[in-house]
Structure formats: C-alpha cells, structure tokens
C-alpha cells in the first residue's frame, strides 16, 4: 500500500511523505519495491516528477495513516513546487522483489564425512532448485559460548546447488534453508530455536544477487543426517509497474 501525507514545513515549504508497507500479491506471493519515481499531476495542469529530500527511511505506522496497520514501513519525503498542490500521483517502479510463501519437502541427506554426489530437486512455481553434491567443510561453526565461556560449535558440510528459472523474467534472489527437527517442518517451529542452513549466493554484491552456488548446513557430532527444507524462495522480476497512490 503506498499512502500519501501532506505536511508543511519550515519557511511555508510543502512536501509530501510516501509511506510503503508493500503489497500482498496472488495466490500469497508478497512484493516490494524500490523507491521508484513518484509523478505527480499538480493543480497548475502539470505533471512532475518530485524530487525525494531525503533518503528512504524506516519507521512504524501510526492509526491516523488509514489503510496501514501499524508495523514497520518505509517512509521518503518529496518536496512540492511552490505554488501548487499534487492533485494525483503515481509510483513507477521498475524490477520489484517477489517473496513466494511455498516450501519444499524435508530431505534427509546423509552425512558420509567424504565428498558425495547428490541427486535431488526441489520444485517451486517458478524454478527449480537442484542439489548436486555434499561435501565435509573442516572448520567448525560458533553459535555462542557455554556457561563456562567455552565455545558452543555445530559441524558443517556445504551442499552444492543451482537455480533453474521457469519463468525467463524472474531470477533467484534468495531462498530460506531451514534444518527442521521431527515435527518442526513448516512454520510449526520455534523460530528462535529454528536451524537455519546458510545460502552461498555466488558474486552477491550490493548491486548484483549473485546466483545461488551451494547450502552451509549444519549439524551435531554424532548425526548422520541432515534435515533440510527450502522455503520461501525470493525472486527479483524484470517487470516495470505503474502504481497509483492513494491520496
């Protein structure tokens, strides 16, 4: 939902606050956008792009923003050209980030302490991911430290995977592993108690999502299996939206 909020500032300037709180979509999919370009239609007969005076900003809605439950959403304040009021307005906004709600089934991989092929697929919507091979990672992983100050470690393995899309406009940007005891699979399990298995996204940078090249999962001296259940697969989608903004 995206809400605008007129307010005035110092010396009589006017601006406007664009308040996000994201969209859900069909059949669950959730999706978000960049910032975008916000085009106003003004009262002069104009129509102009305003200018953002601050970066974006995350902030918690309040009950007077109608429409938006209060929750954390993100805020960009635009100035107004004096003069004039914004009549209409309209974000658009090229290549959103689409969360799908699916998960996978649970594997059970064996733990073999030597490198093995794998042959497994999980199938989404809109891709497919494979897992190729297992293979022991020598260090161990910290997750904290005991009463004693000693250190708590789980072993690793790393799982070797690849995307393949089914749908030519969108491209993988994240999915969720999670390690799911017996009976925890699902959302059924405590959250802060939950495993996850850490998704090594290839040439991830600040601009680029990288590709998805493997899983560091983890276990425990003495498993000889790992669990593993992928979730809530992330795609970025080369689509470009025009959204009318609720006044």
């Not at 406007?16 to 956008?33: E, P, T």
């Not at 370009?37 to 918690?60: F, H, I, N």
């Not at 914004?86 to 974000?91: D, G």
């Amino acid at each position: 939902l995206w809400l605008l909020e007129f307010e005035n500032g110092s010396y009589g300037s006017s601006y406007v606050k664009l308040h996000h709180a994201g969209l859900n979509f069909q059949d669950g999919y959730r999706i978000g956008f960049s910032r975008g370009k916000l085009m106003a239609t003004l009262s002069d007969g104009r129509t102009a792009e305003l200018v953002p005076v601050l970066g974006e900003q995350l902030t918690t809605s309040l009950d007077q923003l109608s429409g938006i439950q209060p929750r954390s959403i993100q805020e960009t304040l635009y100035r107004i050209p004096e003069g004039v009021v914004v009549t209409e307005a309209s974000l658009h906004a090229e290549k959103p980030v689409v969360i799908s709600p699916e998960q996978g089934s649970v594997l059970e991989i064996p733990i073999t302490g030597e490198r093995q092929p794998l042959d497994a697929v999980v199938e989404f919507r809109d891709c497919r991911i494979y897992l190729t091979g297992i293979s022991p990672i020598d260090e161990l992983y910290e997750y904290g430290t005991d009463d004693n100050g000693n250190p708590l470690t789980r072993h690793m393995v790393y799982i070797n995977a690849r995307a393949e899309m089914r749908d030519a406009d969108k491209s993988l940007y994240y999915v969720n592993a999670v390690q799911p005891e017996e009976g925890q699979e699902g959302s059924s399990g405590d959250p802060l108690k939950t495993v996850y298995a850490l998704a090594d996204m290839a040439g991830a940078d600040k601009n680029n999502a990288g590709e998805l090249a493997g899983f560091k999962a983890l276990y425990e001296e003495g498993e000889s299996v790992i669990r593993l259940q992928l979730q809530r697969p992330t795609y970025g989608w080369n689509q470009e939206f025009v959204l009318p903004v609720q006044m």
